[in-house]
């Protein structure tokens, strides 16, 4: 008898010895499963670094979404055209769960659609989403903007009878768009910034008549791998603990990645924290305006000559300019265009002032009094209690080989912010065909 005859033998006379076996090699394969999901899409496209496995566990994410309470957006964004944002979409076309890939649709179509297929919706071209004069898009980004969330639905007359009935809205979606997308979108979303391909990366030509067969046999295998680990994904996320290193929103999006890849491939679990440090920290970065818009209103409370009911604009920048470790000073060259910019979509505009040296424009301070109101008392409020509330974290699953705890000192030194797990959020919280072939210098489609 050979050795591995012998082994056979043992095992079948070993029942505890034969499930530890198998449990070994499930174990290897699920964790098989996300590396070859991360070579697939990584092959065709050049991707910014801390995204491809986040992409892959977002893939299988999709098959299991109505598992979570919130499922993240992917929003894949580029300074100018021909950086794949359209090759990625096709690439999760061939890997998600009933994808969906098109243009901005009719409004009764989306609902309709996303309410019978549940699919995984893959959206180009919304830069239209940006425009607040196109009412078509704003209806359709009203439904986007609700459909992150579980049980998320809207209502609508049908039949001769108007009677009304409601469409559930939540999927899977993902978006590609140049620049940027509305704060909404934005806010519910994990940001990936492509960029165009340099010529010293290389990747693999998209031929979607060569890609078709081992797409659909990689398709197959996810839908059965993620099939038949429900149950372990629903207890993953019944018993998770929160992400502490996160802010409330980023956590919502990133719990579903989190709770895959603690089923899928624990090892992998201080890797991800990395990824989603990266990612939200860049998300941060990119809404520094916003930021500039609340301190400049802080500010130019700070600013304003007490008594004095009208500024003109230049006396106005001298202050502003002349405030210590403002960013007013050289970080931010802020001119009368400038100001009244920052100023619009807070309700405050320039007018004709009368004061004693003439009328020049400036400012009445009765048009920022409602903005002191709303925005710089709220935002000494929501930074105390947000000091107040911070806590710590962590994450651990009994029924998992590892977790954030075991591994999270391969990404940070600094253990004192908790470790990667994931919650369930309780509640609604408030927030966000290309060309084949592709040539040098750029990747391909848009």
């Known amino acids: ?51 491809a496995l986040p992409l892959a566990l977002w893939v299988l994410a999709t098959y299991a979404f109505s598992l979570f309470d919130a499922f993240p957006y992917l929003a894949v964004l580029s300074p ?84 009304v009935q409601k469409f559930d809205v939540y999927c899977p979606k993902a978006f590609a768009a140049i620049e940027s997308l509305p704060d909404t979108l934005a806010d519910r979303s994990i940001i990936i910034h492509m960029q165009r391909k340099r010529k010293t990366d290389k990747t693999q030509r998209f031929n979607l008549r060569r890609v078709s067969r081992p797409a659909k046999l990689l398709q197959e295998e996810i839908a059965r791998l993620v099939g038949s680990e429900k149950k372990a994904l629903r207890e993953a996320y019944d018993q998770a603990s929160p992400l502490e290193f996160l802010e409330d929103r980023e956590e919502d999006l990133f719990t579903p990645v989190f709770v895959v890849c603690a089923t899928f491939s624990p090892s992998r679990l201080g890797e991800l924290k990395g990824c989603a440090l990266a990612l939200t920290g860049a998300k941060a970065e990119a809404d520094v305006d916003d930021s500039l818009g609340l301190r400049l209103l802080k500010d130019i409370s700070q600013v304003w000559p007490e008594g004095q009911r009208y500024i003109s604009t230049e006396d106005l920048l001298s202050r502003l300019r002349g405030l210590a470790e403002s960013p007013w000073q050289t970080g931010v060259e802020l001119t009368p265009r400038k100001l009244a910019w920052m100023l619009r979509p807070f309700g405050v505009t320039s007018r004709t002032v009368r ?91 848009s």
């Open 1 to 51: 008898m050979s050795e591995r005859e012998e082994v056979a033998q043992h095992l079948l006379r070993d029942p505890e010895a034969r499930e530890s076996v198998l449990e070994q090699r499930r174990a290897e394969e699920k964790a098989a499963l996300v590396q070859e999901v991360e070579k697939f899409i990584t092959q065709y496209l050049v991707l910014p670094g801390h995204v």
């Open 80 to 163: 100018v055209k021909r950086c794949g944002k359209t090759r990625l979409l096709e690439v999760l076309e061939l890997l998600c769960s009933r994808p969906w890939l098109t243009l901005p649709p009719s409004e009764a179509a989306l609902f309709r659609y996303i309410d019978t297929v549940k699919p995984t919706l893959l959206l180009d071209e919304v830069e239209i989403f940006r425009n607040p004069k196109a009412e078509r898009a704003q209806w359709l980004l009203a439904i986007l903007n609700a459909g992150h969330r579980k049980g998320a639905s809207i209502a609508r007359c049908v039949g001769e009878s108007n009677k």
């Open 355 to 445: 004061l004693e040296s003439g009328t020049p424009r400036g400012y009445a301070r009765e048009d920022f009094i409602p903005c002191f109101s709303s925005y710089v008392a709220r935002e000494v409020k929501q930074v105390t209690q947000a000091s107040i509330d911070a806590g710590p974290g962590h994450f651990s699953d009994p029924k998992q080989r590892g977790s954030v705890s075991d591994v999270e000192k391969s990404v940070s030194p600094n253990n004192d912010a908790g470790c990667g797990g994931c919650c369930t959020s309780e509640g609604t919280k408030e927030g966000k065909g290309g060309k084949k072939g592709g040539g040098n210098g750029e990747q391909e489609g």
